[in-house]
């Protein structure tokens, strides 16, 4: 009975890493195969590469929690694969011209999307982290772009509310970016 009860769990838990995987392959596959097929420039050997990454995923999925940030985890194995598909490539002096003739640019230009990315995403935890009145305020100024008389207006508060409340704000961005990014210092 013992058995057959912990069985079933270990079925029940394969089924929800299934699931797990099929989610992450849906979230993040074409984010990985365009910036894939950017530094290759070879559909097929794309969808290679993007498959042993998946194929990495899967051998690694009862280790999932264990994995704090999925996108980068992908981007670093999807990186490796690029890097051995190079090194392959080498031996082949045409397509290694070709691949290192465009490399550096990709590089560049990836490393730079990465960034903006995960730039946007820990700003965007740091207003989550707001309180809902500061939250409010700052993104009436910021995305918005209400100036402070407009948003005193629409929350029926005081100009000087807003002033300190969106000073406030910023500070607590950039505090919480500090502590979590290390190298965005600035809004």
């Not at 797990?20 to 290759?40: G, N, P, S, W």
């Not at 985890?73 to 082949?92: G, S």
């Not at 409010?136 to 910021?142: A, E, Q, S, T």
Request: charged share 30%; aromatic share 10%; hydrophobic share 40%.
């Amino acid at each position: 009975m013992t058995s057959y009860l912990h069985s079933s769990n270990r079925n029940g838990d394969e089924h929800d890493l299934e699931t797990r995987f099929a989610d992450i392959f849906q979230q993040h596959e074409h984010r990985l195969y365009t910036l894939a097929l950017c530094l290759v420039k070879s559909e097929q050997h794309v969808k290679d590469i993007i498959q042993e990454v998946f194929l990495k995923l899967w051998e690694h999925r009862h280790h999932l929690q264990d994995i704090h940030n999925m996108e980068a985890w992908l981007y670093r194995v999807m990186e490796n694969k690029v890097i051995d598909f190079l090194r392959k490539a080498a031996a082949d002096s045409r397509l290694k011209d070709a691949i290192w003739n465009t490399i550096s640019q990709a590089r560049n230009d990836t490393d730079e999307w990465l960034a903006a990315k995960e730039y946007d995403r820990i700003i965007q935890q740091a207003i989550d982290h707001l309180p809902p009145q500061r939250r409010r305020i700052y993104c009436l100024h910021k995305k918005e772009g209400l100036d402070h008389a407009r948003i005193a207006e629409e929350l029926s508060i005081s100009r000087h509310t807003v002033k300190n409340q969106l000073s406030a704000a910023i500070q607590s961005i950039r505090s919480f970016v500090a502590r979590n990014s290390g190298f965005f210092l600035f809004l």
